[in-house]
Each structure stands twice: as structure tokens, then as C-alpha cells.
């Protein structure tokens, strides 16, 4: 009652909130669509992998391509499918994913960070958050008639497609490295399990 300043319905306002959890929107805390979006990218990962045919750095040009692609032409696809924009984050997993297979083949590859001693890796993030911090701002843009500024990918908005791809990398490759210059601890464990 406080929030809406107004009465407050209760049943009418479960049900609303019950309505967006089950049709795929973070209803009563907008930072968890992250996890709605895995759950859709772990639903496209189920799918795919059963084409064990196809190379994993074909599917991630596809599932890139096909994710900028539509991401960039969201509101007239939404409009053709009848799939209201991101429902299930569904558009938006479709980018998300080719991320993960891109952490897929990186990990397939055999690189195991950890093995590096730890002044290459400390190299290595330093060079990353450098890429990172000098290139994120040149994703802002205008590249089309539908631009809007700036990455929110809780939103489908993700600048130029290969700035975008750019950062997102040496942003994970900072984060990744910045990990195994952290000693395990107990504090990290625990958020982590």
C-alpha cells in the first residue's frame, strides 16, 4: 500500500504477480531475469547439443548472428510471431548462448587458466580490463533506425554487433582471469556453492 500508494487488492495483486513469474517476467525482483534468460539458455543448450555434428564455432556464429539479428528487429519479430518481447527472455537467450559456447569451445580447448603462472595472468587481466574499459563506450551507437543507447541486455539492447561481442569477451576474459589471481577462500566458496 505504501509502494502503490493506492489500496491494494491483495489476491488480485498475487495473481498478477503469479501471472508474470509463470509467462517468463521477474515480476517481484527485475534483477533475477538473468536466471529466467539460463533457464531459457540452458533449454536452447538441451536443443543444440543434440546436433553433435555441427561444430561448436558454427553454432555460435549461428545462434550470434541469428540472436543480433533478432534482437536488433525485436518489436516488428515480436509482432510477427506473437511472441511478446522477450517472453522467457527467449530473444535474448538466443545471444546469451552463443556466449556460452563460446565459453564452451574456450574450455574445450584445453586453456586452463589456472595453469598459468600467476604474472601472465596477471598480465592477462590487466590487458583484458585495458580492451574492456577503453572499448564498452562504443557500444552507444547510432547503428540503426532502432537505436537506443547503451548495452542492457535485460532489455535486447546491444550497440554495434562486433563491439559488443569485443567487450563482452575481454569483459569475461577480465573476470575470468581476475579469478585465478584471487586465492580460494572460504567466503568465495560459499557464495559460490
Known amino acids: 500500500n505504501i509502494y502503490l500508494s493506492k489500496p491494494v487488492n491483495p489476491l488480485g495483486y498475487a495473481i498478477q504477480i503469479l501471472k508474470g513469474l509463470l509467462t517468463g517476467y521477474p515480476t517481484l525482483n527485475w534483477g533475477t531475469w538473468f536466471l529466467y534468460c539460463l533457464f531459457t539458455v540452458e533449454l536452447l543448450h538441451f536443443f543444440a547439443s543434440r546436433w553433435r555434428s555441427v561444430p561448436d564455432w558454427v553454432k555460435f556464429i ?31 537467450a538466443i545471444i546469451a548462448y552463443s556466449l556460452f559456447l563460446m565459453g564452451s569451445i574456450i574450455n574445450k580447448s584445453g586453456l586452463y587458466l589456472r595453469l598459468f603462472p600467476s604474472s601472465a595472468s596477471l598480465v592477462m587481466c590487466i590487458i583484458f580490463l585495458v580492451i574492456t574499459a577503453s572499448t564498452f563506450n562504443l557500444n552507444t551507437g547510432p547503428f540503426s533506425p532502432y537505436y537506443k543507447p547503451g548495452v542492457i541486455m535485460s532489455l535486447s539492447q546491444h ?11 575481454t569483459g569475461i576474459g577480465f573476470i575470468v582471469t581476475l579469478a585465478t589471481l584471487i586465492p580460494q577462500n572460504f567466503i568465495f566458496s560459499f557464495i559460490g556453492e
Not at 159 to 169: N, Y
Open 62 to 92: 549461428l545462434f550470434y548472428g541469428a540472436g543480433w539479428l533478432i534482437t536488433w528487429q525485436l518489436m516488428p519479430i515480436a509482432q510477427v510471431t506473437h511472441i511478446p518481447a522477450n517472453r522467457w527472455y527467449i530473444h535474448e
Open 159 to 169: 550497440g554495434h554487433p562486433l563491439f559488443f561481442l569485443l567487450t563482452a569477451m
